[in-house]
């Protein structure tokens, strides 16, 4: 899979309602913690080893699945999405870390398999933050789970400074010290990261955003 070249987003007649648009959106690094954890679940806010609960702002993320090919444009069934992203207090699972040790720790962690129509969606909290990097999720796009004949796609969402603002003013954000990186600020936003915003909406109980992206393929 591959990111669409930068032009005009492209919406197939076919389509019935509202589809999944296809949009162009970068790739951006991995980084250094992801996990191939192999844990399909919409919900990854638990974590398996103890069953406790990530507590944050709840957040439900949809991601909305397209493929590009042949001047068309049309929902990407069954791609795998995997989602990973830090606690808080800016912790991610089952890593080491000079800051934290969290291995065999599963929390904020998990893949959803995109339904016929191209949606993935995960219910999570809202992100902490930790040094040097601006508020993020990373993602991940894989064509399928075999490792021998898989095509994928790696990159980051960022949040609306105005929305994480509010955000932190709550628990248990509220107790990290420190000085968080505004997205401006931050080495890879600056590569494209306004193509990777979100800007979450106020649902009850929390926060809801969803995701747009059409990836290139044959």
Not at 92 to 114: C, E, I, M, N, W
Not at 137 to 164: C, G, M, N, P
Not at 181 to 203: H, I, M, Q, Y
Request: with cysteine; net charge positive.
């Amino acid at each position: 899979l591959h990111p669409m070249g930068h032009h005009s987003p492209m919406i197939s007649p076919s389509f019935a309602a509202s589809p999944p648009a296809c949009v162009v959106r970068p790739e951006q690094t991995e980084g250094p913690y992801f996990v191939d954890e192999k844990i399909n679940r919409s919900d990854i806010r638990s974590d398996p080893s103890d069953a406790s609960i990530k507590t944050g702002v709840p957040l439900r993320l949809e991601f909305q699945l397209s493929r590009v090919a042949s001047g068309s444009c049309a929902p990407l069934g069954g791609a795998i999405v995997d989602v990973w992203h830090c606690d808080a207090q800016g912790i991610y699972s089952d890593v080491r870390d000079p800051r934290f040790d969290t291995r065999g720790k599963k929390f904020l962690r998990g893949y959803q398999q995109a339904d016929g129509s191209g949606i993935a969606t995960f219910q999570t909290i809202y992100p902490g933050w930790y040094e040097g990097r601006a508020v993020h999720i990373h993602f991940k796009i894989r064509s399928s789970l075999d490792a021998r004949s898989v095509q994928e796609f790696t990159s980051q969402l960022y949040f609306d400074e105005a929305v994480t603002d509010q955000v932190f003013k709550q628990k248990p954000y509220g107790a990290k010290h420190g000085r968080r990186v505004a997205n401006d600020a931050d080495s890879l936003f600056r590569r494209g990261g306004k193509e990777l915003l979100l800007t979450p909406t106020k649902v009850a109980g929390g926060y809801a955003a969803t995701f747009s992206i059409g990836l290139q393929g044959s």
